[in-house]
C-alpha cells in the first residue's frame, strides 16, 4: 500500500509565478490536509478537504491561496503570484476517517521563491 | 480554537537515558493527541498517540501519559539510542470538538549524546 504522494518534491519559482502542489492521499484515504513548515518551525494547519470539498480551510491565507480536492485524480494546493515569504515546506497528510485518526504525511515539497 | 504549548525546545541526553518532553493544551473538549517524530528533510512520522479515555499507552520504549484534568500530555522515551535524535512534535484537534486538522506544538529538538 503506497503511502502519501506528493510532488514535486522540489519546486523554484520567481516572485509573480505560480505554484501548483500535488498530493494523492493513500489509497482507501478519502480526508486530506495540508500544512506549511517554515525552517526551524511546527507545522501549521492550511486547509482541510475531502473529495470535491473544502471543509475547512480557516488556515490558508485568505488572498493567493487556493486549494482542491477533485472526484478524480490528486489534491492541489495553488499559490498565485508567489511572494519570497511564500518559500516553506509544503506537507500533504491523509486519514481514513476525519474525527481524531491518524494522520499520515508525504514527503513534503519544498518550494523556494527566488 | 486549540493552543498547544511544548517544552523544552532543545533537550540533550546521554546515550541510554530517559527523555521527556511535555506538552499542554488549552481546548478541554480534545480528544485525541498525537506525537510526531521529524528528522532533517524527512516527513513527519507518526510514532504514538493516545485518546482521551486512557491515561497512558505504551510501545516498546515509547509511552504517552495523559492527565485531562491538567490538559497536558507527555511523551517518554525510555533507553534512548543514538537513532532518536530528531525533532518531535505533539499535535491536538484544531478546534477540540469539531475541526479535524491538527495544531502542533514548536518542536523538541532530541539530541542523544554517545
Known amino acids: 500500500n503506497a503511502g502519501v504522494m506528493q510532488n514535486p518534491r522540489h519546486l523554484v519559482r520567481r516572485r509573480g509565478q505560480e505554484a501548483r502542489l500535488r498530493c494523492s492521499p493513500m489509497?482507501?484515504?478519502?480526508?486530506v490536509y495540508w500544512y506549511r513548515q517554515l525552517p526551524e518551525e511546527g507545522l501549521k494547519f492550511m486547509v482541510y478537504?475531502?473529495?470535491?470539498?473544502?471543509?475547512?480551510e480557516s488556515g490558508m491565507p485568505k488572498e493567493r491561496f487556493s486549494a482542491e480536492f477533485p472526484k478524480e485524480g490528486p489534491s492541489i494546493l495553488r499559490i498565485q503570484q508567489v511572494v519570497r515569504g511564500d518559500s516553506a515546506a509544503y506537507f500533504c497528510a491523509s486519514s481514513p476517517q476525519g474525527r481524531g485518526n491518524e494522520q499520515f504525511f508525504g514527503p513534503g515539497t519544498r518550494l523556494t521563491v527566488l | 480554537g486549540e493552543n498547544v504549548e511544548q517544552h523544552p525546545s532543545t533537550l540533550s541526553v546521554q546515550e541510554g537515558d530517559s527523555a521527556v518532553i511535555k506538552c499542554t493544551y488549552s481546548?478541554?473538549?480534545?480528544?485525541?493527541f498525537p506525537w510526531y517524530k521529524q528528522e532533517l528533510g524527512k516527513r513527519p512520522q507518526l510514532i504514538i498517540d493516545i485518546r482521551s479515555n486512557v491515561g497512558e499507552k505504551k510501545d516498546q520504549r515509547i509511552a504517552v501519559t495523559l492527565n485531562k484534568t491538567a490538559k497536558h500530555f507527555s511523551l517518554h522515551i525510555t533507553e534512548t539510542q543514538p537513532e532518536d535524535s530528531a525533532v518531535y512534535f505533539c499535535?491536538?484537534?484544531?478546534?477540540?470538538?469539531?475541526?479535524?486538522?491538527?495544531?502542533f506544538g514548536k518542536g523538541t529538538h532530541l539530541i542523544i549524546q554517545p
Open positions: 481546548d478541554s473538549a480534545s480528544n485525541y
Open positions: 489509497k482507501g484515504h478519502s480526508h
Open positions: 478537504l475531502q473529495k470535491e470539498n473544502i471543509i475547512d
Open positions: 499535535a491536538a484537534p484544531l478546534s477540540g470538538g469539531g475541526a479535524d486538522g491538527l495544531t
